[in-house]
């Protein structure tokens, strides 16, 4: 069994350390990638009418893929100074800090890959179909929809669906440095 440690102020003033923010940052990340990519749309899409659901989904994507890459930045910043072996060893992924900052690269690049290419393709072709909708007085799902209706359904399945996995890659990339993080810690120098 472990010993007891009593709480002193001076144990209070160690929790703002470098390591604190580092699990901060990860935890806020992980947190509201959790909520988005699992809960948070899945309700909206229950709740919402679908061309609300749409704008809503295109105003806070891009808040939440920019705040992802920005905190995923951060961290693979922190672990590459706090992991100096890394910057040398880019090329050996086998070694187990050069693994943690590919997956925090993973992180940032599938999240940048959806907020300034995928998220952005998406979203004008979502309000191409919502105005071909209009012309056509149509739901772009009724039987007898236009050819050009079509062709953008099938255009944004695959759109979503790229933006889809790129981040559950990225989620699963954080959930894997997460698992690392609560077997061996971050230790910033």
């Known amino acids: 069994m472990s010993e007891l440690h009593v709480l002193t102020f001076r144990d209070l003033s160690k929790l703002f350390s ?7 940052g990860y935890s806020f990340l992980f947190g509201m990638s959790l909520w988005v990519t699992f809960f948070g749309g899945v309700i909206a899409f229950r709740a919402l009418p679908r061309h609300q659901f749409g704008a809503l989904q295109h105003r806070t994507f ?10 995923s ?5 922190v672990w590459t100074y706090s992991h100096p072996a890394v910057v040398n060893n880019l090329g ?9 900052a590919y997956t925090l690269a993973t992180i940032l690049v599938m999240q940048a890959l959806n907020s300034f290419v995928i998220g952005p393709i998406t979203s004008k072709t979502m309000f191409e179909r919502h105005r071909q909708e ?7 799902n009724e039987p007898g929809v236009s050819d050009a209706m079509k062709a953008l359904n099938a255009k944004f399945t ?13 989620f699963i990339a954080l959930a894997f440095h997460g698992l690392w993080l609560g077997n061996f810690g971050i230790h910033v120098v």
Do not use: M, T
Not at 18 to 24: Q, R, W
């Open 18 to 24: 470098p390591n604190g923010a580092y699990y901060l």
């Open 92 to 100: 050996r992924p086998h070694i187990a800090d050069v693994a943690q």
């Open 134 to 140: 209009k012309e056509e007085g149509k739901a772009y």
């Open 73 to 77: 930045a951060a961290l693979l910043g």
């Open 158 to 170: 695959r759109l979503h669906g790229w933006s889809s996995l790129a981040n559950l890659s990225a």
């Open 62 to 71: 891009p808040v939440y893929f920019n705040l992802a890459i920005a905190i």
